[in-house]
C-alpha cells in the first residue's frame, strides 16, 4: 500500500469543544471539513505542505468555522485572525498575527515562508505585506452584519454580567472555556516522500482584545512538525502556549511514542496542569501514525490516507480516532 | 548562605554577537549592565518576577541596548519593540510584539500579565492596551535623529547592494548573521522563596519588515521559566523560535542538568541545525546555579546573587562564567 511501510495522508480538526449542536449544524460541519481533507489529500503529490495548506484554506473559506471568513470580532468589532505553516523537513515557518482584512491569513503565513527570512509578521506589518503579495481586502466578507449581530448580543451579556463573569478587570472579557473556541482550523500530514507539515488559522476567541494573540501562530504552541511528527492543538490557546503543547507532542514522538500516545499524553498534560475543556491536538507521525485527543466534550476531526476511498469524520469519543 | 544550598540572584545579558569594540564602547555597556544588575538584585526580596523586570528595565532606559530607548529601525522607519516576562512559579507569561511608541515594553508586557487573560498583544492592540493602562507615548524619543541618520545609512548600503546580499527578493533586507542584533537584552533569576522568572526585551532586527516578530515575545523561544529553570535566549530570533531553544534548555535542566550544562547542549544544539553566529543563551536552575553559552564572539552578561558584592561582568570567553 506505501513504501516503507509508511502511509502517507492528512489529519484535520475543525476545533475542540463541548459540541452539543443539533443534526443540521452537525451536518454541516462535517460536510466543510470533508471538502477541506479531499481537497488537500488530492494534492499531497505536491508535497504536505501544500495539502495542509489547501485544506486549511477550504476551512477558511467554508466561513462555518472560526477562521477566515467565519472569524469572530475582537472586543471593538475588529477580525484579526492567526494562522501558521512548517514544514517539517527543513524547520521552515511561516506564520501571520493578528492580520484584518484578508479572508485567507493561511497563504499570507505560507508568502511569509517562502518570500521572507522572518516567520512570524503581525498586525499591520502582516496586512502591509499581505497587499504587496497582491491579496485583495475582503473586510467587508469578514465583518458581516450577521457577525455583528452576534457581536452586540455577546458584548450586551457581558456588560449585564451575564456571560465572562469569572474574571475581574479586564479579565471579565475573556471565558476560561473553550466553547467559544470551537471552530479553530488545523491540519496534518505526511507525503509521500516522507516529510510532515502542520498548518492552521483562527479567528481567536470571541470578543477578546484587539491585538491579542493565541496560541496558534506561535511556533511550537499552536502548531509544530519536524521529521518525527507534525501536530496542532487547539482550544485555551493561554494555556496550550504555556506548555509549548505542539512540540511536546513531537518530543514525544521523538522519543519512541506513536502519534495516538503522543496526543494522549499530550492531553493528559494540560489536563493535568490547567484542568478540562482546555484543549485538543491532533498528531501525525513519520509513519503515517495518526493520533488526536482533547479533554472536551468532542473535537471535530477527518482522515485521508492511503487505501481510503473517502475521508473518516468524526466528533466524539466513541470513533474510530 | 542560603537556605537549603539554593542561592539566589539575577543573571542578564546584553546581546550576542562579534563584540569587536572599542574600550570606550566597552566601558558604556558594562556600566549599564552593571547598573541593570544592582538594580534588579536590589529588589529580589520582592520576587523573581519583579527582579527581571526593573533589571531589563534599567537597560530599556539606558538607551545604549537595541532595546527601549536603543532600539532599532524598521526599513520604514517606525520603532517596534518585542517583550516578554515569565513566571517560573505558575507559569504566568504577559508579552508584547510590535509594540510602538511605548519606552518600556517590559511593564507594559507585565501588565498584559497581570491585568488581562492573555499573554501576548500585538501592534495596535498592545498600543491601545499601553495607554488604556497610563504607558505615556514617547515615539519622539524612541526615533532620534541620529537612529534616523543610522537608518538612513543602513537603507542606503542596502539599496546599493553593501550589505545583506545573500537574499533574493524580500530576503534581501534582513542580514543573516547576528552582529545587527547585537543588543537585545534579557534577565533571569532565582529569589529567595525558590521561584524563578525570565524577562527579555528587544528592537528587534535593524531594517527588519515592518510587522516582523522575533523571538523574544514568544513563550519557549526567546524566554522560559518553569520549577526548574529560567532561560532567555538572544540572536536571531527566527532561528531561536525554531527549535525553542530556551524550553529546551528547561527541559534539560528538569532532566537532571545543571543550568550550565543546559545552556553549553543549547547553543550546540542550535549550532548543529544553524551553524554559528546565530544564539546565545542564558540560565539559572532551581539552585541557584547560573549558566551562558554563546556562538558568537561574545555575549555581554553580568551576574548578581547572594554572597557576591558587586556583579560579575564578562563579555568573551575566558571569563567565568
Redesign the interface.
Known sequence: MCADSRRAGILLHGGAGRYSIDERRRRILENAIKEAAIAGFSILENGAVEAVVESVRVMEDSGVFNAGLGSAL?LNGYV?MDAGVMNGRD???GAV??LRGIKNPILVAKKVME???????????????ARMMGFEDSTDKLITEDKKRKHRELVDKWLKGEIYKR?S???R??N?NVDEAVGTVGAVALDYEGNLAAAVSTGGIHI???????DSP????GFYANKYAAAVATGI??YI????LS?YAC?LVERGKTAREAAVEAIKYITS?FGKNTAGIIVVDYKGRIGADFNTGGMLRAYLGEGLAKPLITIYRENIF
Open positions: 475582537t484579526e524547520l521552515s515557518i498575527a493578528n518570500e521572507t527570512d522572518h516567520i512570524l509578521l503581525a498586525g499591520e506589518g502582516a496586512y502591509k505585506f474574571f478587570k479586564l479579565k472579557f475573556y476560561q477578546k482584545l484587539e491585538g491579542r494573540v493565541g506561535l511556533p511550537g504552541a490557546g493561554e502556549a504555556r506548555l509549548l512540540k518530543d496542569v
